[in-house]
């Protein structure tokens, strides 16, 4: 009982310690402690080793991500539009279904069967990384277009749009949101689990993660594991900067 | 103006198939405003759907200022009719000035020209174009994004007007205000309206002509007065109610039901002028009227009976007046909850017009009943 209230007094001050003028100074002196430790224990300048190892990885890194997320966005949005057809929409639940199933496939599971299919290499890495990361923007995309309102369509309708207005003018933009929603997730998903694609010769920051945990190296694997970590908070922080002025205001939850 | 020529509607259902709606014919005449009245799943929806082809009519044929509409292509069709529907359906995504402007922006009108109508009409809806242009519909209380509905559909001009239940959703206070408006834009802009609702004082309030549907079939067609007066049948008489006669007092104005000379008597009369003049006509007051013929009290029966002297010695201040022109329901409502059988009616100077008593509404009804 006296732990829990500890507990809530603890929180509560951190609260009050965000909105007071020492937050910040406090922060600095945090982070200017942990570096000065980090440097003199050596685990800092071993680090450093890694400098040129890091940054030709994390540029494969990145390209992996940038050919998976890139042609999962491509293939994604066109197919959850498809989906969201009224002509499709008595399917659309039956294929999504199938489609969830494939999400509940370890995404280790499904380079391995990439790679079964087409080898090693960049190809299957791609592959597997892409339909792993498409699931969630074809899903979105869908819920976000048939849960356009009825009486919206309806009044779309009625003063004379064809359906190709309707769609650019009143699906996609209403849409648009949840379809963000999506990318963003699929984005975060993809940076995270590129590092599996070493494992079938893709190469990327999983190398360095795999070779430490292989050889017991600590710094080594935090040489691989920081940057792909800082790599998935930029792409979200990117990405939410996109979904914040790419979706139209007034549906805009992040600009009320 | 819109004819409806034995339009019908057959719907296939797994159950088999319903018919919507029977061979309707009717005519709304250029300007009018006509109701389409009855009970859910009556047909009345599918009915004025079928006008701008949302609901593609088996059927019979609709006319618009005299063309069958069958030989225009749909979206050009809907281009030229005004649709609002209950849930407003604003699109979230657009500004309130480009909401407004949607069908004048199909039509490829100039952008500097439509937006200017657009503030117009905000201001005929008495919504300030410089806080609410920019805004979007979820800023926008209920009532206003109603209004804007309403605007939206008129921003091209449109000659004929559909309206689905467009104002049940509001609250009963803004309701009336937003009916209000609705009618005098109406009337300024001259449009055809063809307005659906199952809101009976709704119907009486907004129509010149009321159409009353049972299963798909035209029951009633006739103005709010011959309807109330001359229910046409059984059916047409239970769904206006057994109160219906209270229904037909605001179709009347105090104007055509009151006692056009009542008897008035001047501040220096003898009060024994006001007995005689009471004795006369039966009323309960008689009311004292200034040089100009404003109103500026009166005597009561009791007064009269009991005092001497002469009229501005005990004349009384009026506790209500009807106006000559508000509708009778007010007015009677005035004359119930003042106790006042004898109502003076003044008009916008203040000048007594006349006097409403109890008798002189019957007389009223009845005329108004016997004359459609």
Known sequence: MNRHANTLRWIYGMITATFSGLFRPTCLVAAFLLGSWAWASGFLPGLWLYQEDISYLAVKHIELVAWAGGLAILVGIPAGILLARPQLRHVAEYLLQIFNLGTTIPTLAVLALSMSLLGIGILPAIFGLWVATMLPIVRNSYTGLVSVSGPLMETARGMGMTPRQIFWQVELPNASFVIFAGIRTALAICVGTAPLAFLIGAGGLGELIFTGIALNDLTMMIAGALPTAILAVITDFVMGRVQFFAVPRGINPLRH | ?372
């Open chain 2, 1 to 372: 103006m819109i004819r409806l020529e034995k339009l019908t509607k057959v719907f296939d259902t797994p159950q088999g198939s319903v018919t919507a709606t029977d061979q309707v014919s009717l005519e709304v005449p250029k300007g009018e405003i006509c109701v389409l009245l009855g009970p859910s799943g009556c047909g009345k929806t599918t009915t004025m759907k079928m006008v701008n082809r949302l609901v593609q009519p088996t059927g019979g044929k609709i006319f618009i200022d005299g063309q069958d509409t069958s030989a225009i292509d749909a979206i050009t069709l809907r281009r030229s009719i005004g649709y609002v529907i209950q849930q407003i359906g604003l699109f979230p995504n657009k500004t309130i000035i480009d909401n407004i402007c949607t069908v004048p922006d199909l039509l490829g009108w100039d952008r500097k020209k439509s937006r200017k109508r657009a503030s117009e009409l905000l201001d005929m809806v008495a919504l300030d174009p410089a806080v609410f242009l920019n805004r979007y519909p979820r800023e926008l209380s209920g009532g206003q994004q109603q209004r804007i509905g309403v605007i939206r559909a008129l921003a091209a001009d449109p000659p004929v007007m559909l309206m689905d239940e467009p104002f049940g959703a509001i609250d009963p206070i803004n309701r009336e205000v937003i009916q209000d408006e609705f009618l005098r834009l109406q009337r300024h802009l001259k449009t055809t309206v063809m307005f659906v609702s199952h809101d009976l004082d709704e119907a009486i309030k907004m129509a010149d002509r009321i159409a009353i549907f049972r299963d798909g079939k035209l029951e009633q067609f006739a103005t709010p007065t011959e309807l109330l007066a001359q229910p046409a049948n059984a059916f047409v008489e239970e769904f206006l109610g057994s109160d219906r006669a209270l229904k037909r007092l605001r179709l009347v104005r105090v104007t055509d039901a009151m006692d056009n000379a009542p008897v008035v008597i001047k501040r220096d009369d003898p009060i024994e002028a006001a007995r005689q003049a009471l004795l006369q006509n039966g009323h309960s007051a008689v009311f004292v009227v200034g040089p100009n013929g404003r109103l500026r009290g009166m005597i009561t029966k009791e007064i009269a009976e009991q005092s001497q002297g002469t009229v501005s010695d005990h004349a009384v201040p009026v506790p209500v007046v009807a106006s000559t022109a508000e509708d009778l329901r007010m007015a009677v409502a005035s004359m119930f909850a003042h106790d006042q059988p004898t109502l003076p009616c003044v008009d916008e100077s203040g000048v007594l017009r006349g006097a409403l008593t109890y008798a002189s509404v019957t007389t009223a009804l009845k005329k108004t009943g016997e004359m459609d």
